[in-house]
């Protein structure tokens, strides 16, 4: 008897051994399986480019179907063409997108150039743009000025204030100034499924409380229904036909075939004809990602570990799936590396502006995608970070991040001076 329970005893205790063993393997193998995969040179996928200087975001992705190349081209000649006053009339902030993306790029902190805008809730609550240019003798919507503050650690920031036309006394009202945020890769975070969206909050809310970011739901005019809202910098659209429609009306006055179907309902026939827009968005869905760069640097690889360790890769996470897209094959099931969970999360107070808009408070943001981050300086020499460019360099964009973000910025402020080089060294990687 005693031997028989000898013998079940010594087989349970190889049993429990080799599940101890093939699941140490197994959690082994499956990190070891996503350092490879985050070390992945192709960060947007099977479309991603090689390509290094200044026109580094302007390539279509390299997987693109011959057959579209006259489109994206036509495309691209309207992101850039100089609008006629009498079709901008009466009020616009750019007489063309490339005025403000530049080079498909960032634009730069206000008063470096002219991409920054103003938004403001007025008294009917959707957000607008305030314009810059009034033309034909309209009024102009109001004044807006701003002045650099320093704070005591070395940081700078822009202070915003706003008074509408003919009134001092509404100056004040609920402002936010945005830069234009570079404009690769957004085909692919487009056919990222909201499915897999909710799924990351979900995640992020079982896994830690509080830092978990918010899924917004905005209604999105084309699909005529309520969607994940990931464009912009509150993710305030969910498609980025609904974001380039937008874009459209609120940065040029421009009103095309989906104005009709959002909230700035125009009777009038659009301006910017179907067969336009579709190759406009065409050209905006296929902007290629670049390749990382320096795979081999032994910092950026160290950076990479930091960039986990500190808690950076709970929001901008490391890798997304795309889902299918009928429309562009080009972008449909791709394994990409954008460095953000497109949720929004509470940055803290010194980020917050006055506007708040829909679900998203004045405090949150979207994480900001990182890929390419390390090209934007070298595709615009002015462009800067952060919402609304007042970050002047990256270690500048990471001592802002506070409120939710407030962990990973003191693990970054205790690093040692070697450790802090190799994540910056990894970001410019990117
Ligand atoms: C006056 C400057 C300006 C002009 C002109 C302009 N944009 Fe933008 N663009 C911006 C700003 C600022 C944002 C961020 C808006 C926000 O977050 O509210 C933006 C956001 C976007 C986004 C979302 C990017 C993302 O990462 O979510 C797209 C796409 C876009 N613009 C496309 C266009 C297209 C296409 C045109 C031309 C029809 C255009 N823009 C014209 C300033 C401009
Ligand atoms: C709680 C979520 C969160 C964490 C953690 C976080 N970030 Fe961010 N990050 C964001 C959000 C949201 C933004 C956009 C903020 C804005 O524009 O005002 C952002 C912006 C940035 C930017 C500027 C991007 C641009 O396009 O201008 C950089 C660089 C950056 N983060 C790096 C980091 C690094 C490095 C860490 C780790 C030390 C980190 N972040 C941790 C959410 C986070």
Redesign the pocket.
Known sequence: MAAKTLQTAAVVSIMLLAFGIAYYAGRHMARESFIISAQDSALGGAGSVAEQNFRAYGHSVRNLDMRRWRTFAAGKAIFDHHWALRMLAPYYNARSCSACHIHDG?GGAPGLDSSVVAELIGPGVTVASIYRHAEAGAPPVGTWSFRWESNSDGLVRPDVRFCLAGTASSCGEAVSLRIA??LIGLGLLNAVPDSEILAIALLEAENNPA?A?LARRVWSPRDQRLEAGRFG?KSSSATLDDQISSSLYKEMSLTSGLSKLGPVASGCSPKVQDSLFDALSLYCHLLAVPDRRNLGNPLAARGAVV?RQ???A???RETLVTGADKAFPELSYQVIHPYTDLL??N?GKG?SDSLSDGEAPAAA??????WG?GLRETVNPNA?????GR?RN?DD??R??A???R???R??ELLSKEDKEC?LEF?RSL
């Not at 943001?365 to 990182?370: K, S």
């Open positions: 960032a945020p570079p830092t970011g910098w960039f500190v808690g950076c709970g929001c901008h929004l999360h940055l980020l943001w979207r994480t900001a995608p990182l981050i800067r970070f952060l919402h609304d970050a990256l964009a990471i802002w991040h409120g939710q973000a962990a990973a910025r693990n970054y994540l970001l």
